[in-house]
């Protein structure tokens, strides 16, 4: 089982449509939690930390669900600037800041 | 504020041959983690650096090594190179003190072994 695992995708949707993204993770101690976005042939970058209590930036809404190891991101009135690949990303525990990443979600914003 | 710096940008060698990839660390930031990213899947954690040591280590092979300089920077050696090997590798910097798990990431070096 991996560690990390993510809908395969990919998403189709059109402008103005809200989309969500799911992740599992394997190990109960991971404590940090992340979203990154990679645009085509480009490094990950930073979208949006998670937190217990679930937190929001604008369009996109993270939660995090410990009980069910379940992490979700929500974008609303998506933009085509949104179409990326999304990584859910959980730390490795007792590894001091080393990273798991899942395979990645693709989505693609149609005007 | 410059960001994480990868050289070289590309790179293609022969199976067997040797490589050396370099990073430099965002301003700020003294802790390195070195990834792989095959095509079509997340990136895969090779090590990490702090303080001149490899402080992590993922799973790969002995043929994987690096450095880590004075002045935060470090490479990654490949020896034996094998088709397997061609991937992106990315170089990601974070700091302990400033939310260590929130890493940066450079371009990354794309490497093509044939």
């Known amino acids: 089982r991996k560690e990390v695992e993510q809908d395969p995708g990919p998403f189709n949707v059109p402008e103005g449509a809200t989309v969500a993204f799911n992740c599992t993770y394997s190990?109960?101690?991971?404590?940090?939690f992340f979203w990154y976005r990679q645009d085509c042939r480009k490094e990950p970058k930073l979208l949006m930390s998670?937190?217990?209590s679930g937190n929001e930036d604008g369009r996109f809404t993270a939660q995090l669900n410990r009980a069910s190891q379940y992490i979700s991101l929500l974008i609303r009135d998506s933009k085509l600037s949104d179409s990326a690949t999304y990584l859910c990303?959980?730390?490795?525990?007792?590894?001091?800041?080393?990273?798991?990443f899942g395979k990645g979600t693709s989505l693609l914003v149609t005007p | 504020d410059a960001g994480v710096t990868q050289s070289p940008t590309h790179l293609i060698k022969t199976r067997g041959q040797q490589v050396t990839l370099r990073c430099s660390p965002k301003s700020g930031h003294d802790t390195v983690s070195w990834y792989q990213q095959a095509l079509g899947q997340g990136p895969q954690f090779i090590f990490q650096y702090y303080e001149e040591e490899e402080r992590q280590r993922g799973n790969f092979p002995d043929r994987f090594s690096g450095h880590q300089f004075p002045n935060y920077s470090s490479e990654l050696n490949v020896n034996a190179l094998l088709l397997g090997d061609s991937a992106l590798y990315l170089c990601?910097?974070?700091?302990?003190?400033?939310?260590?798990?929130?890493?940066?990431f450079g371009p990354g070096t794309r490497l093509t072994v044939t």
């Open positions: 990601a910097s974070s700091s302990p003190g400033l939310g260590g798990h929130e890493q940066y």
């Open positions: 998670v937190y217990s």
């Open positions: 990303v959980v730390n490795i525990p007792n590894s001091g800041y080393a990273l798991n």
């Open positions: 190990n109960s101690a991971s404590q940090s």
